[in-house]
């Protein structure tokens, strides 16, 4: 079939959003700075890395390579602690029933995340073998809003970018998808996600939609 459907993980399909802002909240508290929701805002969708880079200069602080590391390195088993209780009951409302709608069309699926994490949590949640083609963040040189991660799912699905479908909860992902020229699908708050072709509460309001 001629289309393609391209989802991000963390705040899409599962609510890891939240860990991800409780474990960065937590680093940035280390700092002695404090990561409001709306400054988290600017997170979604950002590679690890690059969110500590972003706490750092919001906090003006700099540090060692080796620290740098060490609280990279802490955020993760800080979430990691988050997401180990997590089952299939943890899909977001109307994600299964919309994937395996899609899949008995036969349209082709594809992970497009900036998490490393992302093979991990959709095996633990059941969603793994769904998927055509999984591209995280351990495949990628460029994080979002750089299109690159969308492009390579298209690519592996064998999809022509402009018949691809993104569906995102971050600015910096609503904004790689448009770089694409794909048709961006924002879930979550139409305030943020302004850029977006379309806004959608969730994928129970979306149905049977298939833009
Ligand atoms: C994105 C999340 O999906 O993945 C970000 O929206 C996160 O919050 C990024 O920083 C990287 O994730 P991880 O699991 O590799 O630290
Ligand atoms: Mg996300």
Redesign the pocket.
């Known amino acids: 079939k001629n289309k393609g459907y391209i989802f991000?993980?963390?705040?899409v399909i599962v609510d890891?959003?939240r860990f991800?802002?409780l474990a960065?909240k937590r680093t940035a508290d280390e700092l002695e700075f404090v990561l409001t929701p709306e400054l988290n805002e600017k997170?979604?969708?950002?590679?690890?890395v690059?969110?500590l880079n972003k706490i750092l200069d919001w906090a003006g602080k700099s540090v060692s390579e080796e620290e740098f590391d060490r609280l990279a390195v802490e955020?993760?088993e800080y979430?990691l602690s988050f997401v180990e209780q997590m089952t299939s009951a943890d899909i977001l409302p109307g994600v299964y029933q919309y994937i395996k709608l899609l899949k008995e069309i036969g349209y082709p699926v594809a992970l497009g995340?900036?998490?490393?994490?992302?093979p991990m949590i959709l095996k633990k949640v059941g969603l793994y073998d769904m998927f055509d083609a999984i591209v995280?963040?351990n495949s990628v040189t460029k994080a979002k809003p750089d299109p690159e991660v969308f492009l390579i799912a298209a690519k592996k699905i064998g999809i022509e970018d402009t018949a691809c479908v993104v569906f995102e909860?971050?600015e910096a992902?609503i904004d790689a998808a448009n770089a694409a020229n794909m048709t961006s699908v924002g879930l979550g708050d139409t305030g943020v996600l302004g850029n977006a072709d379309y806004v959608f509460a969730d994928f129970l309001e979306i149905k049977d939609n298939l833009f």
């Open positions: 991000d993980l963390d705040g890891t959003a991800h802002f960065w997170l979604k969708g950002v590679s690890r690059d969110s955020k993760n979430y995340s900036a998490s490393k994490n992302a995280d963040g909860d971050s992902g």
